[in-house]
C-alpha cells in the first residue's frame, strides 16, 4: 500500500486560507468516504481534525473543513491563525481492514 | 474522560524484541478497536495495525506481517504491541490509537512511547 501524496509545505498569512491536497487512488480516498486529517505539533501526539470527508470531532474549531473529490482530499484552513502550524496527514481507509497515511505537509503561518 | 496511557521509551539492540502497552481508561474498552501507528524521527505517520479488544482479532499492515504481535488483556483494559527481529529503521515513537467507532478515524491517542533500536 503506498502512501498518499501530500505537499511537503503550505503557508499562508494570518487571515488567509490554505488547502491542502492528499492525493490517492480508487483504492482508497477514491473508493471510501473515510478520510480524515490530523494536526500534530512539535512533540505531541496527532490530534483529529476531520473525519468521513468533511466531519468536524466536537471542539475542532469550523475554520478547518474537508472535501474530497475523485481521489484526491483537501483540508482547507481558513481565517489562518498562528496556533495553526503544524503538521497535518491525512489518512484513508483502504479496504481489507487496512489504512494509509499521507507523507504530511508542514503549515507554515507566516 | 477517555485516556491512553502508553509504557516508556525503550533502548534495544538489533535483532531483540519490544513490547509496548497502551492501558485505556474512561470508555468500555472491549467497544472500540485499537491502532498502532508509528513515526521515524522527522518522518511521517505510518499505520502498523490494528486489534479488536473484545476478540483478540487483528488486522496487520502488509509491511509489518511477521513481526508485529498484537495483545490484549481485557482485566486491565490493556492494549500490546510487540516488534520482533528489531532493526535500526525501527527506531520510532509509537503510539496507540482508538478507532472511532465504525467512523475509521483515530480520535483519541496515547503520548507515545519512543523506542530506540542500536546495534
Known amino acids: 500500500q503506498s502512501a498518499l501524496t501530500q505537499p511537503p509545505s503550505a503557508s499562508g498569512s494570518p487571515g488567509q486560507s490554505v488547502t491542502i491536497s492528499c492525493t490517492g487512488a480508487?483504492?482508497?480516498?477514491?473508493?471510501?468516504?473515510?478520510v480524515s486529517w490530523y494536526q500534530q505539533h512539535p512533540g505531541r501526539a496527532p490530534k483529529l481534525m476531520i473525519y468521513?470527508?468533511?466531519k468536524r470531532p466536537s471542539g475542532v474549531p469550523d475554520r478547518f473543513s474537508g472535501s474530497k473529490s475523485g481521489n484526491t482530499a483537501s483540508l482547507t484552513v481558513s481565517g489562518l491563525q498562528a496556533e495553526d502550524e503544524a503538521d497535518y496527514y491525512c489518512?484513508?481507509?483502504?479496504?481489507?481492514?487496512?489504512?494509509?497515511f499521507g507523507g504530511g505537509t508542514k503549515l507554515t503561518v507566516l | 474522560q477517555v485516556q491512553l496511557v502508553q509504557s516508556g521509551a525503550e533502548v534495544k539492540k538489533s535483532g531483540a524484541s519490544v513490547k509496548v502497552s497502551c492501558k485505556a481508561s474512561?470508555?468500555?474498552?472491549?467497544?472500540?478497536?485499537m491502532h498502532w501507528v508509528r513515526q521515524a524521527p522527522g518522518q511521517g505517520l505510518e499505520w502498523m495495525g490494528r486489534?479488536?479488544?473484545?476478540?483478540?482479532?487483528?488486522n496487520y499492515a502488509q509491511k509489518f506481517q511477521g513481526s508485529v504481535t498484537m495483545t490484549r488483556d481485557t482485566s486491565i483494559s490493556t492494549v500490546y504491541m510487540e516488534l520482533s527481529r528489531l532493526r535500526s529503521d525501527d527506531t520510532a515513537m509509537y503510539y496507540c490509537?482508538?478507532?472511532?467507532?465504525?467512523?475509521?478515524?483515530?480520535?483519541?491517542w496515547g503520548q507515545g512511547t519512543m523506542v530506540t533500536v542500536s546495534s
Open positions: 490509537a482508538r478507532e472511532m467507532g465504525l467512523l475509521k478515524a483515530f480520535d483519541f
Open positions: 474512561g470508555y468500555t474498552f472491549t467497544g472500540y478497536y
Open positions: 486489534i479488536n479488544p473484545n476478540s483478540g482479532g487483528t
Open positions: 480508487s483504492s482508497d480516498v477514491g473508493g471510501y468516504n473515510y
Open positions: 468521513e470527508v468533511s
Open positions: 489518512n484513508s481507509y483502504a479496504g481489507s481492514n487496512n489504512w494509509v
